[in-house]
């Protein structure tokens, strides 16, 4: 007799959204661009131009949310980019933000540093769209339908060197577009960092879009990185530099504030943060609360790689 064992991000059958319920969004969705605080905004407000349409991919559906997607409105207007201020209603300022041309360095212990355009970068790459969980540390969380491609692909290209351990990513610092540049007292530019291992990761995601558009800027547009299993803070946003390097990077978290904030960052219900619990999470758009995961239910996909540091504090 065959039992089935579900993973520990799906739900039954009988818990998914119909399909003409999807289908009736997506159209309305499309009717209603404009309205969106997302790449059609900059038109609106005469800022930076937005970027070119995505190019044609398919839902990667091994990859599924286990819950109902975050209204666009919502994901995309309620958002932490401290580059642009400290408040969640930074998406009008983000606008600002010219996203062409836009280059992306990888560099450091490769063999074949590169500079790439943004848009050869997704020429070269396989775009397809997942849908993941993302889990923030303030214990909020939405589900989204990002378009992109793995981290490791880029990496096979500029070929790691046998000592490489860590990446770093580096988010752009551009002082006439970002007012958050002026508060002096955090450590810009931004950096973000995670093993070779984690980056190898299937799971481990270089989103150029969302919701079948061109990344908003307020996301991280045009290039980030997302880790679903980690809190939020982990995944850097308007990437321009990768670098690989034999030293674990000081990010920019754990330098701000290391009682509270570390390397791993592994979402974990069981360790609250200093200040609140983190066994529950509040999902963007119904304000519904519901249970925390370890590693936001990604454990099977990265449960492995965690083995060897049960001394370390996996969320911090």
């Given amino acids: 007799m065959l039992i089935r064992r579900r993973r520990g991000w799906e739900l039954p059958e009988s818990a998914a959204t119909p399909e003409a319920a999807?289908?009736?969004?997506?159209?309305?969705?499309?009717?209603?661009?404009?309205?969106?605080?997302?790449?059609?905004?900059?038109?609106?407000?005469?800022?930076?131009?937005?970027?070119?349409?995505?190019?044609?991919?398919?839902?990667?559906?091994?990859?599924?949310?286990?819950?109902?997607?975050?209204?666009?409105?919502?994901a995309t207007s309620y958002n932490n980019f401290y580059e642009f201020g400290t408040d969640k209603s930074i998406w009008r300022a983000a606008q600002r933000m010219p996203v062409r041309p836009w280059q992306i360095r990888v560099?450091?212990?490769?063999?074949?540093?590169?500079?790439?355009?943004?848009?050869?970068?997704?020429?070269?790459?396989?775009?397809?769209?997942?849908?993941?969980?993302?889990?923030?540390?303030e214990a909020w969380a939405m589900t989204v339908p990002w378009t992109g491609f793995e981290l490791s692909h880029l990496l096979r290209l500029v070929e790691p060197l046998s000592g490489a351990r860590y990446l770093a990513f580096e988010t752009a610092a551009l002082p006439a577009v970002m007012p958050g540049l002026r508060q002096s007292w955090y450590p810009w530019p931004h950096v973000e960092g995670c093993t070779l291992e984690e980056a190898m990761n299937e799971l481990t995601f270089m989103p150029v879009g969302m919701y079948g558009r061109p990344l908003p800027q307020q996301n991280g547009g045009p290039f980030r990185v997302v880790f679903p299993w980690k809190y939020g803070f982990?995944?850097?946003?308007?990437?321009?530099?990768?670098?690989?390097?034999?030293?674990?990077?000081?990010?920019?978290?754990?330098?701000?504030?290391?009682?509270?904030?570390?390397?791993?960052?592994?979402?974990?219900?069981?360790?609250?943060?200093?200040?609140?619990?983190?066994?529950?999470?509040?999902?963007?758009?119904?304000?519904?609360?519901?249970?925390?995961?370890?590693?936001?239910?990604?454990?099977?996909?990265v449960a492995a790689l965690y083995v060897n540091l049960q001394r370390e504090r996996l969320w911090a």
Avoid at 28 to 33: F, V, Y
Avoid at 109 to 137: G, H, K, N, S, W
């Fill in 22 to 74: 999807v289908l009736q969004r997506r159209a309305l969705l499309g009717a209603g661009a404009a309205l969106l605080p997302g790449a059609a905004a900059a038109q609106r407000i005469g800022d930076a131009p937005p970027a070119p349409p995505l190019p044609a991919h398919a839902r990667n559906e091994r990859f599924e949310g286990g819950r109902a997607l975050t209204p666009e409105r919502d």
């Fill in 107 to 137: 560099e450091g212990m490769v063999a074949q540093p590169r500079t790439f355009d943004v848009d050869e970068l997704i020429r070269l790459m396989p775009i397809e769209e997942r849908v993941y969980r993302l889990r923030c540390v």
């Fill in 234 to 301: 982990k995944s850097g946003k308007s990437v321009v530099r990768i670098t690989l390097t034999d030293r674990r990077p000081q990010t920019f978290w754990p330098r701000i504030q290391p009682s509270e904030y570390g390397f791993w960052a592994n979402v974990n219900p069981e360790v609250a943060h200093p200040r609140w619990s983190q066994a529950t999470e509040r999902l963007l758009g119904s304000g519904e609360r519901v249970p925390t995961r370890l590693f936001n239910g990604y454990g099977e996909w």
